[in-house]
């Protein structure tokens, strides 16, 4: 038995090439060189326990195991771990097994712990965060910039905020009160407070010798912002005009309008697309009173992006919320039950209709091959649409003035779809039994089913979006139930009417 075939590692190892086939080559390797020393550490603790034998192991694992101590071991993973940047190692921990997960954890050094907490998804955090004490979480992080701290906040214990709270200058702690207060939706959730501000009224060589005096510049500083002694923002000082111009020029000669000036209480997903749309790298934020406030850089913009497209792949299955792909039976049971639930009473319902029909089913076998094709083309268009119509809500396309105009069009579409691929299994089915009649009730029920399904497409986002739902959120448990027992009624309903 040789380490690389150890039976307990088996799973971890596999997990590993997974990882480093699926991911860039520097933390696919991490991970893979991680993985094989967790399966060492295993190996190692087994063969202290007696429950592997000198006679299962090959001489090159028998000799490593009796040179190798749990204390090196660990050592040298702290090494491997000391390495790495924080956001790699919180992808690493991320696809480690709670045990794994919080053994590397543990090794991890002290001052990388808030960096980590900060990068790791929510679900992962909630683990790591029930591991440690209320000094270890103070300790971890107290060092964190306060719009860090406040992007955490949600998974830390009362009385760790508190410590944190009363730990802090009090510029800083109205910073975190301030970003605290914001909704993960709004603008002030996104901002930073480490905005660089310049009076308009000194030179630009004034300028140059107030921000060499920082030993680092903040991150993503492409311009500095122009207030007046209120701090009432007044324009913008890009870096590559300060650059060029003249050191004895006034700032107010050069600054500039800045392209989008964001609000503090606004839809984070507008800023988004402000984003996109002008190619930022950094946007003032405003109060009420146009007081300039922090700014939003593009990595947090990545950031939010990334967050909320996974939220929607998720609230389209009718998965709740993120979910630690580890988590435990129970967790992923209540994560998951409730959407399951009313697939379960839709699919009842479905067989319920298709129960009305018995009769026509029995003197007609066809319609029973023929149904699933009725119900699983309109699911498929249901699903088009409704993908198409959540897309564009979350663009900002889909107002209450246009939404008429989009139910139109996709009303249209689905007809075109319907008359082109009902006829074609119109054909086929008469092809099949020789049945004219039944040809046209199949080619009526596709149209009539994609129609229902465009028209559910359009109408349950919207009808969310105006509920103040998330539109996303088990739209797709929503549409299939509909097009199924829609498909079934129609389908049989025509058949009852035409056929028998």
């Known amino acids: 038995m040789s380490l690389d075939t150890a039976t307990p590692s088996e799973t971890l190892a596999a997990r590993a090439a997974s990882v480093a086939a699926d991911t860039p080559d520097r933390i696919g390797n991490a991970f893979a060189d991680i993985a094989t020393l967790l399966q060492r550490q295993r190996l190692l603790d087994q063969y202290a326990?007696?429950?592997?034998?000198?006679?299962?192991l090959d001489e090159t694992t028998l000799s490593m195991l009796h040179s190798l101590t749990r204390e090196k071991a660990s050592a040298e993973m702290r090494e491997h771990l000391d390495r790495l940047h924080p956001a790699d190692i919180a992808y690493i921990l991320e696809a480690l097994p709670p045990d794994d997960r919080l053994y590397v954890w543990d090794l991890v050094r002290a001052d990388h712990d808030g960096e980590i907490l900060v990068e790791v998804s929510d679900a992962v955090r909630e683990s790591l965060i029930s591991s440690m004490n209320t000094k270890e979480l103070v300790a971890a992080t107290e060092s964190l910039p306060t719009d860090e701290i406040a992007d955490?906040?949600?998974?830390?214990?009362?009385?760790?905020?508190?410590?944190?709270?009363?730990?802090?200058?009090?510029?800083?702690?109205?910073?975190?009160?301030?970003?605290?207060?914001?909704?993960?939706?709004?603008?002030?959730?996104l901002m930073?407070?480490?905005?660089?501000?310049?009076?308009?009224?000194?030179?630009?060589?004034?300028?140059?010798?107030?921000?060499?005096?920082?030993?680092?510049?903040?991150?993503?500083?492409?311009?500095?912002?122009?207030?007046?002694?209120?701090?009432?923002?007044?324009?913008?000082?890009?870096?590559?005009?300060?650059?060029?111009?003249?050191?004895?020029?006034?700032?107010?000669?050069?600054?500039?309008?800045?392209?989008?000036?964001l609000r503090q209480h606004e839809n984070a997903r507008d800023a988004a697309h402000a984003f996109e749309?002008?190619?930022?790298?950094?946007?003032?934020?405003?109060?009420?009173?146009?007081?300039?406030?922090?700014?939003?850089?593009?990595?947090?913009?990545?950031?939010?992006?990334?967050?909320?497209?996974?939220?929607?792949?998720?609230?389209?299955?009718?998965?709740?919320?993120?979910?630690?792909?580890f988590s435990s039976v129970w967790t992923s049971f209540k994560n998951r039950w409730a959407w399951l639930a009313i697939n379960m009473v839709t699919a009842f319902i479905a067989s319920r209709v298709i129960g009305l029909f018995e009769h026509t089913i029995a003197a007609l076998v066809a319609l029973a091959t023929l149904m699933p094709i009725v119900a699983g083309i309109g699911g498929n268009t249901g699903n088009q649409?409704?993908?198409?119509?959540?897309?564009?809500?979350?663009?900002?396309?889909?107002?209450?003035?246009?939404?008429?105009?989009?139910?139109?069009?996709?009303?249209?579409?689905?007809?075109?779809?319907?008359?082109?691929?009902?006829?074609?299994?119109?054909?086929?089915?008469?092809?099949?039994?020789?049945?004219?009649?039944?040809?046209?009730?199949?080619?009526?029920?596709?149209?009539?089913?994609?129609?229902?399904?465009?028209?559910?497409?359009?109408?349950?986002?919207?009808?969310?979006?105006?509920?103040?739902?998330?539109?996303?959120?088990?739209?797709?448990?929503?549409?299939?139930?509909?097009?199924?027992?829609?498909g079934f009624f129609i389908f049989l309903g025509l058949a009852t009417i035409f056929l028998v």
Do not use: C
């Open 49 to 56: 326990a007696g429950e592997v034998r000198d006679d299962d």
């Open 152 to 189: 955490i906040a949600h998974d830390l214990p009362q009385e760790v905020i508190d410590d944190l709270i009363h730990g802090l200058p009090a510029e800083e702690r109205e910073e975190l009160r301030a970003a605290m207060s914001f909704d993960e939706d709004m603008v002030g959730a």
């Open 192 to 261: 930073d407070f480490e905005e660089i501000q310049v009076r308009p009224n000194v030179t630009l060589e004034t300028v140059f010798r107030y921000l060499r005096r920082f030993e680092q510049l903040p991150t993503q500083t492409d311009q500095v912002f122009v207030v007046d002694k209120g701090e009432t923002l007044l324009g913008v000082l890009p870096i590559n005009v300060l650059l060029v111009n003249d050191e004895s020029k006034l700032v107010s000669d050069v600054m500039q309008s800045p392209l989008i000036v």
């Open 277 to 325: 749309r002008y190619d930022l790298v950094s946007a003032p934020v405003v109060d009420t009173n146009d007081k300039l406030v922090g700014r939003v850089t593009v990595d947090e913009i990545l950031d939010f992006i990334k967050a909320r497209a996974e939220d929607e792949v998720l609230a389209h299955a009718g998965i709740q919320e993120e979910e630690d792909v």
């Open 385 to 486: 649409t409704i993908t198409m119509i959540v897309r564009s809500i979350a663009l900002g396309q889909v107002s209450p003035r246009n939404a008429r105009q989009l139910l139109k069009k996709e009303l249209l579409v689905s007809l075109v779809n319907g008359v082109v691929w009902g006829s074609v299994m119109g054909v086929l089915a008469f092809l099949l039994y020789k049945d004219v009649k039944l040809g046209v009730v199949m080619t009526l029920a596709m149209i009539l089913n994609m129609l229902l399904a465009a028209l559910m497409g359009v109408l349950i986002p919207v009808i969310r979006l105006r509920m103040g739902k998330d539109p996303a959120l088990g739209s797709s448990v929503l549409i299939t139930s509909m097009t199924d027992s829609g």
